[in-house]
């Protein structure tokens, strides 16, 4: 496993930054990284690297990051390394399993930049409407209120356990559509 850490400061607060992990699946080197610079760099990086292990995978410098790949989970798993699936961006699994973070932020190395990280962070804080559509844009939102015959009791909203695409102009579409 490759450990790499970056003394550098970045301006402002990053949210999440101690509460948030980036899982990257790879096959390549992460050049594309640079582009993301701005939004992932006060954040820690778990690489997952598919493929042949004995290849030397390129990470930018100035990233904080773990590298894994599969002799590194064959050692840390022993006989359950099986259960990583190989050959797909899916050895990102790993990365779940090692991470000890609230939150997890994956992304495939091949994105191109948008700032959907803050995005999905906004999202992830914001309660959901359970059952219920409320016809205001953000019912959560300081101030806001609610339509007529909305429950009361779903007013709080639940937890938002994922926030998932802001695929643009490339839909990623499931196997049936």
């Given at each position: 496993m490759a450990k790499e850490s970056s003394s550098k400061s970045v301006p402002g607060t990053p949210l999440l930054k101690d509460e948030l992990d980036i899982v990257i699946p790879t096959i390549?080197?992460?050049?594309?990284?640079?582009?993301?610079?701005?939004?992932?760099?006060?954040?820690?990086?778990?690489?997952?690297?598919d493929g042949d292990p004995s290849r030397t995978i390129r990470v930018p410098e100035g990233f904080d990051y773990e590298l894994y790949n599969r002799d590194d989970i064959n050692r840390i798993l022993g006989p359950k390394a099986a259960c990583i699936s190989f050959k797909d961006s899916a050895c990102r699994c790993f990365g779940y399993m090692?991470?000890?973070?609230?939150?997890?932020?994956?992304?495939?190395?091949?994105?191109?930049?948008?700032?959907?990280?803050?995005?999905?962070?906004?999202?992830?804080?914001?309660?959901?409407?359970?059952h219920f559509f409320n016809t205001l844009y953000d019912p959560y939102c300081d101030g806001a209120?609610?339509?007529?015959?909305?429950?009361?009791?779903?007013?709080?909203?639940?937890?938002?356990?994922?926030?998932?695409?802001?695929?643009?102009?490339?839909?990623?579409?499931?196997?049936p559509t």
């Open positions: 390549r080197n992460l050049d594309f990284l640079e582009m993301w610079r701005p939004f992932f760099q006060p954040y820690h990086l778990i690489i997952v690297q090692v991470s000890k973070k609230k939150y997890i932020y994956t992304i495939d190395d091949d994105c191109f930049e948008i700032n959907a990280l803050e995005q999905h962070i906004k999202n992830l804080l914001t309660p959901s409407t359970p209120d609610f339509v007529r015959g909305y429950p009361f009791s779903l007013r709080e909203g639940a937890p938002t356990a994922v926030s998932h695409g802001f695929w643009l102009n490339i839909p990623d579409y499931d196997a």
